[in-house]
């Protein structure tokens, strides 16, 4: 069992979707998450999202969208216990 899984089990933490980097990604650290994001939790939906270079003019349009407003004052304290190191 991978180290994320452990720490998600310990925390009784069970996501149904989970957003990720694309497989296709060009960097191979995105590449990695997405593997790692896999191999964690394969009872839920993944979603693969792609980085595209700033320098390409994009055609993404996303069709699929999820309210997450309920979730904005945790986000927001979670993002505070973010420290540099």
């Excluded at 593997?35 to 939906?45: G, Y």
């Excluded at 069709?63 to 973010?82: G, I, P, W, Y």
Aim: proline content about 4%; cysteine-free; aromatic content about 8%.
């Amino acid at each position: 069992m991978s180290v994320i899984r452990k720490l998600a089990n310990a925390r009784n933490f069970s996501p149904d979707v989970i957003i990720t980097h694309s497989p296709a990604d060009s960097h191979n650290d995105h590449r990695e998450a997405h593997n790692l994001m896999k191999s964690a939790f394969r009872e839920s939906v993944l979603l693969g999202y792609g980085i595209v270079n700033s320098l390409v003019e994009s055609n993404f349009k996303p069709r699929f969208f999820v309210d997450t407003s309920a979730f904005q004052k945790r986000k927001a304290n979670a993002l505070k216990e973010h420290k540099m190191v």
